[in-house]
């Protein structure tokens, strides 16, 4: 990416070509996974001959931290790590440790949090929480074991990532939240005991989100026929509790919430394929190697790694950022399908690269 010219002071206040601010940034610390989840990281194409990007390719993590500290400087008030699987990423406590000095310009910590399949937080909870994660989200896509399996597809029990979140609970990294992509034919009849489950088992201490199979990527083999509409997993969840529609957290929420009518927590509906919500989109990724990614469903990234390592300034960085934001006007989701739409058979970037 070259340098600017002109710079761009970091105001705190960077808006996209669509008005929409920049609030929160998802680094990717890996490309790796351990496990071979066929929406995201089918093993057919991600098997032993993969190449996985080298350590060097990869930012450290005081350029990560100085990259997290700039775009605070934009008005970045989230971070959240992910990957491949973040937990995979050795010392990722160290990580956690360093954004955790970060501050908003107005001295406010950040909220700072880690998405994880949850195989490796029973052992690693307590030393990301003392190191200063405020919360965790938790992918688990069925409770019946067999299916569960199936879609890690390499045997990884359910227990042991229940296990991750009563460690991560007991720890204080809550409330917890709980991700299911729901695949049609798949794990949709497990839509209900989850709920059940999680309902029961924890009540407004976990958050269980459904969510809608993604065109992330190339490699999943995507059909529209594979998609459960929220809507339709709204109507099971209200054939089983009385739910209420509850307002947004904050501003560009992911996830339209709904609230038990007897005060035992809340279930989330993420709808990016039948519901967009790309007008109030805040987040920006970047990638394991340093690529700035405006879109889930972008084909490019920006490469910031370079400037980072041919000594670019700090005002360099903040002026890149803001040339490439403020001229952001992705919005997939609203066109999927449309004549406007990016062509089907553009190379998108895979979700392992850059998190969900």
């Known amino acids: 990416m070259a340098r600017a010219a002109v710079p761009i002071p970091a105001m705190g206040l960077l808006s996209d070509a669509r008005g929409r601010p920049l609030r929160d940034l998802r680094i990717s610390v890996t490309d790796r996974c351990n496990f071979r989840c066929s929406y995201c990281m089918p093993k057919e194409v991600f098997d032993s001959r993969h190449a996985f990007l080298p350590h060097s390719a990869l930012l450290s993590f005081e350029e990560i931290t100085r990259l997290a500290r700039l775009f605070t400087s934009h008005g970045v008030r989230k971070l959240r790590l992910t990957g491949g699987e973040p937990l995979l990423r050795k010392n990722v406590e160290d990580l956690v440790a360093m954004l955790a000095t970060l501050r908003t310009p107005d001295g406010e910590p950040l909220d700072l949090t880690l998405t994880t399949n949850g195989s490796l937080l029973k052992r690693k909870a307590v030393a990301l929480k003392a190191a200063g994660l405020r919360r965790v989200t938790v992918s688990l896509d069925a409770l019946d074991d067999a299916i569960f399996q199936r879609m890690n597809d390499v045997g990884f029990p359910v227990a042991d990532v229940l296990a991750g979140i009563d460690a991560a609970l007991a720890a204080g990294l809550g409330p917890l939240k709980v991700n299911m992509v729901v695949k049609r034919g798949v794990n949709d009849h497990e839509i209900v005991p989850m709920a ?4 029961e088992r924890y009540g407004p201490a976990v958050v ?11 490699t999943n083999g995507w059909r529209m026929d594979d998609v459960v509409p929220s809507s339709d997993v709204l109507r099971m969840l209200q054939a089983a509790w009385p739910l209420q529609a509850l307002e947004a957290a904050a501003p560009g929420e992911t996830a339209a919430r709904w609230g038990y009518d007897d005060g035992r927590g809340e279930i989330g509906l993420i709808s990016s394929v039948t519901q967009a919500f790309c007008h109030d989109c805040n987040r920006a990724r970047l990638s394991t190697e340093g690529q700035l990614f405006l879109c889930l469903f972008a084909s490019q990234g920006h490469d910031l790694r370079s400037l980072l390592r041919d000594g670019a300034t700090d005002e360099d960085i903040t002026t890149a950022i803001a040339q490439v ?7 997939y989701s609203e ?14 970037v895979e979700m392992h690269y850059i998190g969900g």
């Open 196 to 199: 059940r489950h999680f309902r």
């Open 208 to 218: 269980l989100r459904f969510i809608e199979f993604m065109d992330v990527g190339v």
């Open 335 to 348: 066109l999927r399908g449309s004549a406007a739409a990016p062509h089907p058979g553009e190379r998108r």
């Open 325 to 331: 934001w403020g001229a952001r006007e992705d919005r």
